[in-house]
């Protein structure tokens, strides 16, 4: 929600997200809404939110791929051990270990990616 008037504070203070237009708008506006446009150039603020956000949604699904194709890779033998007779070859331990050291980085490395990284 927008808003620069007096008309517009009650639905600025009811909205999940309100904006209140720096330049021409009122100082009731501008207490009631959430964040404060300076330059009242609301299409630069919100195309930049959209780039972020996709930023944000396509580093997660990479990470999301990576960490679906790394599980089958890490729990295969683990499974299969007691088919085969074999012992088990990692305790609960060491699985908490490898998947904290092989998921843990680079999921906290993720967001910080740029948009075109790989």
């Known amino acids: 929600m ?3 008037g007096v008309n517009d504070a009650p639905a600025l203070k009811q909205a999940i997200s309100a904006w209140a237009m720096g330049k021409g708008g009122t100082d009731v506006a501008r207490e ?3 964040m404060t446009l300076l330059d009242n150039n609301f299409r630069h603020h919100s195309s930049r939110a959209v780039r972020e956000g996709r930023r ?3 580093n997660m699904r990479k990470f999301v791929r990576y960490t679906m194709t790394a ?5 295969g033998p683990i ?7 074999l012992p088990i070859p990692l305790l609960p331990i060491h699985i908490l270990w490898i998947n904290l050291v092989t998921d843990g980085l680079p999921g906290s490395h993720s967001p910080r990616r740029p948009r075109n990284a790989t």
């Open 79 to 85: 499974f299969l051990a007691p088919f085969l007779g």
């Open 32 to 34: 009631a809404a959430h």
């Open 2 to 4: 927008t808003g620069d």
């Open 71 to 75: 599980i089958p890779a890490r729990s």
């Open 56 to 58: 944000i949604f396509d």
